[in-house]
């Protein structure tokens, strides 16, 4: 079983930055595939960026390319979501989500990933 914490979210002015953690632990032998995931309220969950960590390729959302980086550091079991640029509508909780994936396809639903943290909020004021 692995175990996911996030963290580093908070409040922050548009045009602002934040860099979200998250932290895996226990079995983490079957895990290649890491990725953020949002969700606003009545909006349906959304994937953000994700990190292929076999072929160390990266997938990002439209709405967040060019603002958003996904990083991690295997000798600490993380996963860092850098956000800058940060705009009202990036308001949301924001997930971590663990997988494996075969063939080295990045999965942009959630339902693809076996394990998921409890999630950070990110709010951002105009």
């Known amino acids: 079983h692995v175990q996911l914490v996030e963290s580093g979210g908070g409040s922050v002015q548009a045009g602002g930055s934040l860099r979200l953690s998250c932290t895996a632990s226990g079995y983490l032998d079957n895990i290649n595939l890491l990725a953020w995931f949002r969700q606003a309220p009545g909006r349906e969950r959304e994937v953000v960026a994700v990190?292929?960590?076999?072929?160390?390729?990266?997938y990002y959302a439209d709405s967040v390319k060019g603002r958003f980086t996904i990083s991690e550091d295997n000798a600490k079991n993380t996963v860092y979501l850098r956000m800058s640029s940060l705009k009202p509508e990036d308001t949301a909780m924001y997930y971590c989500?663990?997988?494996?994936?075969?063939?080295?396809?990045?999965?942009?639903?959630?339902?693809?990933?076996?394990?998921r943290g409890q999630g950070t909020q990110v709010t951002v004021s105009s």
């Open positions: 989500a663990a997988g494996w994936t075969p063939m080295g396809t990045i999965f942009t639903s959630v339902s693809g990933y076996e394990y």
């Open positions: 990190v292929y960590i076999g072929g160390y390729s990266t």
